[in-house]
């Protein structure tokens, strides 16, 4: 079978690995590395690319803008064979992955004694990796339901045990992998109506599974699923005998994408916003020459229905959290208007950000970046000319393009296949998103009209909602913290377990706050982490994280969030606040929040990273903060 799909093909993949081998500077090496590995390979080139990137990632990680990130893999099948494709899958994503690997089938050991490599590697995300041949069920076949069902709940409970004990001592996000069934069928069709047949026992374990990961913040690498793709060639019974490899080798490529999607979601580098072309992507034809009446769109011919079914999917993904964004090499008007077809499963209002023109698609995907306030690296990018794409991936090698099939009725399984938008939580703010990035070009539209900003600001009718992050805003706060990276003072990134931890201690203040205005919710847009800290002294209160949507910028909700931590400080009787910035490539914008805040420098603590810069703000002697927004705590 063809693995990733959607990634192009290299002309010669083996003969570039080769150049790059005898790049002697091993960041320059890394670089290309990372250029490398958004292309189709199989089991030997990957494992050669990531030999090739070792030295470079430990050296020269940070500096190549790689996000780090810990992961266990505690298994009961040989995973080592696997560990090339997990990281170069990672380096495609801009991970910088780290791989400890507990002894074969020791992860009850690993999790439950006192593992010193796993205490000392201090893991982020934990894999709990099992197939189906560990721990069986041990029921006779003629068992009833309800003694398969109590057999798996006891199963379940000793995993939500170990989960348990993973989220506990490392604060670490568990991804729990589902089973696949190991033993072929005994009654053919017949199989799933016998409660304690082998597949019958598997199918009901990984839904409890499934359910009971939903109940915990347990993520799943639901390799149950994916094997109905992956066929016979998954599991070789041969590799199982002689390696306990539940994984081919040949899908090992496949397996790090699996997982790797699943960790860059984690770290927050899944992809934001679906940029599509129009003529011949969205409908048949070119809406130019052939009018709205002449476009293929809709029940009647088998194209036609396809380009709609493709409308519809890139509509659900608007649903569930996707911004959808327009480029294309159309006339404005003309393009706006096809989308009163009344075949169109797009409306006008789904696209938040509409760009047509006869300008090159890399200036204007530039721009449509630009007026959603995200990277470029938020973004993917749909056309069906081959031209068109392979333009975009040489100007803007962070924007994702993915090879298509020939036909628009295979596009929507391709563009899931690439796991561009891999999920973590899925939130009502995620619901909404795509309607508030269309309502903050309002916002612009309205701004530029204003006459003075402060009667702009006054229009706005904005109003401020304050909670301490509890369990309804701990997925969201999360999501935030590890997606933002503009408006982000530190770029401290955490896990959902360890969120939940700081929120709950009582000395932390851990504020989630919600901006309201005229046009409507904004959402969760800041999230505020403060607490003690033995490096600075006794009466200062660390700003440890305070970050916030970049959609909400310039309406003075910074200065609502001071006065908000400032009360909330003062009132737990802190004398002051200190604020600290990490300068990043992406965060240049904060550069001065807090001396624009009235904080004043103060000299760094013992330890600090040396570009690193503190700022404290006296709690006692602070001025009132004037702004334009209604505080409800």
Request: a negative charge.
């Amino acid at each position: 079978m063809q693995q990733l799909s959607w990634l192009p093909t290299h002309p010669d993949l083996s003969g570039a690995i080769g150049q790059a081998k005898r790049i002697e500077d091993p960041l320059q090496r890394l670089h290309e590395v990372v250029k490398l590995a958004a292309h189709q390979r199989d089991f030997t080139l990957t494992a050669r690319l990531d030999k090739l990137a070792a030295v470079g990632i430990e050296q020269h990680a940070a500096t190549a803008r790689l996000t780090p990130l810990r992961v266990a893999l505690l298994s009961s099948h040989t995973v080592d064979h696997l560990l090339p494709a997990i990281r170069v899958a990672g380096l495609q994503r801009r991970l910088a992955l780290s791989l400890h690997v507990a002894p074969y089938g020791m992860y009850r050991q690993a999790l439950l004694a006192d593992d010193p490599a796993l205490n000392a590697f201090a893991p982020q995300l934990v894999l709990l990796a099992l197939d189906a041949h560990d721990a069986p069920l041990q029921l006779p076949l003629q068992a009833s339901q309800a003694e398969v069902d109590a057999a798996v709940a006891e199963r379940v409970d000793e995993l939500r045990m170990l989960w348990r004990r993973a989220r506990e001592r490392y604060a670490a996000q568990v991804v729990q992998q589902t089973l696949v069934p190991a033993a072929p069928p005994l009654f053919g069709s017949y199989e799933a109506l016998v409660p304690a047949s082998p597949r019958a026992v598997i199918e009901r374990l990984n839904a409890a599974i499934r359910a009971a990961a939903r109940e915990d913040g347990v993520l799943l690498l639901d390799l149950a699923w994916h094997a109905a793709a992956y066929g016979d060639g998954l599991a070789e019974p041969v590799r199982w005998h002689q390696a306990k490899q539940l994984v081919s080798p040949t899908l090992a490529p496949l397996y790090g994408e699996h997982f790797a999607r699943i960790a860059a979601a984690t770290a927050g580098l899944s992809r934001k916003c679906l940029v599509l072309d129009l003529d011949n992507t969205l409908w048949g034809g070119v809406i130019g020459d052939d009018g709205i009446a002449g476009i293929q769109l809709g029940q009647g011919s088998p194209s036609g229905e396809a380009f709609l079914a493709f409308q519809r999917y890139a509509a659900q993904l608007a649903r569930r959290g996707v911004i959808l964004a327009v480029c294309s090499k159309n006339d404005l008007h003309v393009a706006e208007a096809a989308f009163e077809h009344t075949e169109m499963a797009l409306k006008r209002s789904d696209i938040a950000a509409f760009v047509a023109n006869w300008e090159d698609k890399a200036g204007n995907l530039r721009r449509i970046a630009s007026m959603l306030d995200i990277g470029l690296d938020s973004l993917v990018f749909v056309d069906d000319n081959p031209a068109e794409r392979d333009i975009v991936r040489r100007e803007l090698p962070e924007v994702a393009v993915p090879e298509l099939p020939e036909d628009v009725a295979d596009y929507p399984a391709r563009i899931a296949a690439a796991g561009y938008f891999e999920a973590v939580s899925f939130t009502s703010d995620d619901a909404e998103r795509g309607r508030s990035y269309a309502l903050n070009a309002e916002r612009k539209a309205a701004q530029s009209q204003a006459t003075d900003m402060d009667g702009y600001l006054r229009g706005l009718q904005m109003v401020l909602r304050v909670s301490r992050i509890g369990a309804a805003e701990l997925a969201r706060a999360t999501q935030l913290i590890n997606k933002t990276n503009q408006f982000n003072l530190t770029t401290r990134r955490y896990t959902e377990a360890e969120v939940e931890r700081m929120a709950s201690d009582p000395q932390t203040i851990a504020l989630a706050l919600r901006l309201e205005d005229k046009f409507g919710d904004n959402g969760l847009i800041s999230v505020v982490l403060a607490r003690p800290d033995t490096a600075i002294e006794a009466d200062e209160l660390l700003i440890d994280s305070w970050l916030m949507s970049c959609r909400v910028l310039g309406r003075e909700v910074e200065m609502a969030v001071l006065e908000v931590l400032a009360d909330a400080a003062a009132a737990a009787g802190w004398g002051a606040l200190v604020g600290e910035y990490r300068p990043t490539e992406r965060n240049g914008m904060v550069a001065e929040h807090y001396p624009r805040l009235g904080f004043e420098q103060r000299p760094a603590p013992a330890n600090a990273p040396t570009d690193a810069s503190f700022w404290r703000y006296e709690l006692a002697s602070r001025t009132p903060i004037n702004h334009h927004i209604q505080v409800q705590a």
